[in-house]
């Protein structure tokens, strides 16, 4: 070891023994200063007793109890004594200080506040109920529990020569007052003194203007009251929120899927989120972000900073199924801060998951937008397309007319397809173009054996061009169809306006049906038997079959599609959706019976005799008529891997 080693090593040991025998010298002073204060105090009371001349003498105290109480005032002392030096002197009292808590009401909301941490405790949600049979939903929606709720700020605060951190949700703040504006907005203020003439103010601000994108927005505005002196060098100043939500639904997978934290970056019109999982996740974003948002299936709290935050490190954690939770959130958060900042303007929404409201959430007057509508799950590109500007606008102009969820339902699968009819038509005259023109198509199969298998191909390509046949015809109809499958099986699960609609048996069309609970759980099926999950199954199975039998007589290739298309396909959506939305399941059910029905009204309206005829027409008009550019690319393709496969063959 070196000089320089030993002598750093005796100089931290000559500070660490200085700081022990100045920390004894101050304890053990203040230890005398007691004692004299208790001896004056005895005396003091001794004259007082001797005055009053009783007769009767007085009861001797236990030595034992005077010197456990006498070290109890002792050592509570010297912790309020340690604390002052500290914190400070009003910091240290705040955090000994009672918290008093408080409820404040508009139209929609009930909140909570608590002076301890000077933050928001609960909300509940006026206008829904949680999840339970129908008879019995009559208590309201909590976003979270009480007991895990925490927000507090964070930040450093010059003491001496010492910085010291202080998280505000460690101190009881002021309530200084709660008054009423013209317009009927409350403001809570409450103040945090943290030295002399220095102060954090929260004012929160609860609106009733009977609009719900205000009213379930609540504004927090944060003033650093001549802190500047006070706070120490940093460039942050960090927010602490976390909280656990409660099961609001009936299905806790179902629910859990849709339960994750949102983020959006300023200036996208999206938002990223942590992803569907159960167990823990976490992320850490380095960029600025303007809202975080702690999303259930239906209900989201979400916090909003109109100058964005600087960093974010968000994490949740899936709580055990039967614990009457879902999730624990929590969001590590950091605003930029310098000596000349003196307020943050933030805000809080929490409400529901409707696009209605969400669309038209904003901060304040002028603001761009939030694009707080991105909380519901609608699926990305032309999916959310379908349902951001048909679905949504179809089922809110239905629903100012029918009461019935149900009714709804049905008139969006008919309008569905009506709209795609035309698609559906063209489907099956392509399929039936291909049934007619088979016993052609065999021909050639028998003219060309497997050896002159471009050329086969080339001669019913052919064929197909002069009847005026697209062999893709059946196909493409279905894929455009694809986009309005896909858009249903996004809206139906996220929609909050099922939510607590009964329909037939189903108490609640933004869940499963349930018509038997089993006693056992089956794997990939659950414990219960959605009826509306069967029903589809069984129309699903119907018309796979009836389809098959349409395309196999026409594309041998399809028989041996039979298995998967016909038995399978249905036993797995079964087993996919038995613990769906059942307003999804009714809805596909619906979609199927009505497809069989078009099926067979269009089989019987269509003559296999005229399409023949029509076919022998355009290939008579078609046969003189000069190739396409692409045609010929195509053909001449054909012809070069031809002579490759004979160039093979040949050094074979």
Not at 300 to 321: G, L, R
Not at 377 to 389: E, K
Not at 452 to 473: S, V, W
Request: glycine residues 4%.
């Amino acid at each position: 070891m070196d000089k320089k080693s030993i002598a750093g090593i005796v100089i931290v040991a000559l500070i660490f023994l200085g700081f022990t025998f100045y920390n004894s010298h101050q304890q053990k002073k203040y230890q005398e200063q007691l004692m004299a204060y208790n001896a004056e105090q005895a005396r003091i009371q001794a004259e007082q007793d001797s005055l009053l001349a009783l007769n009767a003498p007085l009861p001797t105290a236990d030595s034992a109890a005077i010197a456990a109480a006498g070290e109890r005032l002792s050592g509570d002392s010297l912790q309020a004594q340690r604390r002052i030096m500290q914190f400070g002197e009003l910091l240290a009292a705040a955090q000994q200080a009672e918290a008093e808590e408080f409820t404040v009401e508009n139209e929609v909301l009930k909140i909570d506040f608590s002076t301890r941490g000077g933050q928001v405790k609960d909300v509940t949600l006026k206008d829904y109920t949680k999840y339970a049979p129908r008879d019995e939903r009559n208590q309201p929606v909590r976003l979270f529990d009480p007991a895990t709720a925490n927000f507090a700020l964070t930040f450093y605060v010059k003491n001496g020569h010492n910085n010291v951190l202080v998280n505000t949700a460690d101190y009881t703040f002021n309530l200084v007052s709660m008054e009423k504006d013209a317009d009927g907005a409350q403001r809570i203020t409450m103040d945090l003194p943290v030295a002399r003439d220095a102060v954090l103010r929260y004012e929160y601000v609860v609106y009733n203007i009977q609009s719900p994108a205000r009213d379930y927005l609540v504004d927090l505005n944060v003033y650093l009251k001549n802190m500047a002196p006070q706070m120490a060098s940093q460039t942050t100043i960090g927010i602490d929120w976390s909280n656990r939500s409660y099961q609001n639904e009936k299905g806790f997978q179902n629910e859990n899927t849709y339960t994750t934290i949102y983020y959006r970056a300023p200036g996208e019109s999206s938002a990223d989120d942590l992803g569907i999982s159960d167990g823990e996740k976490q992320k850490t974003v380095s960029s600025s972000l303007n809202w975080v948002a702690f999303k259930q299936q239906f209900f989201s709290s979400v916090m909003i900073a109109p100058e964005n935050f600087s960093y974010a490190d968000m994490k949740f954690t899936t709580a055990e199924k039967g614990s009457g939770y879902i999730k624990d959130f929590s969001a590590k958060l950091t605003v930029p801060y310098t000596a000349q900042t003196d307020h943050y303007n933030f805000a809080f929404y929490f409400g529901p998951n409707k696009y209605a409201i969400l669309k038209h959430v904003a901060t304040t007057e002028g603001d761009d937008e939030l694009h707080l509508e991105r909380l519901i799950p609608l699926g990305w590109g032309i999916f959310g397309w379908v349902n951001r500007w048909f679905v949504i606008p179809v089922v809110d102009f239905l629903r100012q007319f029918i009461p019935s969820f149900g009714l709804i339902i049905l008139i969006l699968a008919v309008l569905v397809k009506v709209i795609i009819s035309p698609l559906t038509y063209k489907s099956y005259i392509s399929t039936a173009k291909m049934r007619v023109i088979k016993p052609e198509v065999d021909e050639l199969a028998k003219k060309y054996p497997r050896q002159d298998a471009m050329k086969r191909q080339q001669a019913t390509m052919e064929l197909y061009k002069k009847a005026g046949i697209n062999p893709m015809g059946g196909c493409i109809p279905l894929l455009i169809q694809m986009p309005i499958i896909i858009a249903m099986f996004r809206f139906f699960p996220a929609s909050i306006e099922l939510r607590g609609q009964h329909f037939l048996w189903a108490d609640d069309l933004s869940s499963y049906d349930s018509v038997l609970s089993l006693p056992f759980n089956i794997p990939f099926y659950g414990d219960h038997v959605s009826l509306f999950a069967l029903l589809m199954t069984v129309a699903l199975f119907a018309f796979s079959y009836i389809n098959y039998q349409q395309t196999a007589s026409s594309q041998p290739q399809m028989a041996g599609m039979k298995f998967m298309m016909v038995y399978l396909m249905p036993v797995m959506m079964l087993l996919w959706f038995n613990s769906y939305s059942s307003g999804l399941t009714y809805y596909y059910f619906l979609a199927n019976i009505l497809t069989i029905g078009q099926t067979l009204v269009i089989r019987r309206m269509i003559d296999d005799e005229k399409i023949h005829a029509v076919m022998q027409a355009n290939a008579a008009k078609n046969k003189n008529r000069k190739k396409s550019k692409f045609q010929l690319r195509y053909e001449e393709l054909l012809r070069q891997q031809e002579e490759a496969q004979r160039n093979a063959s040949r050094r074979k």
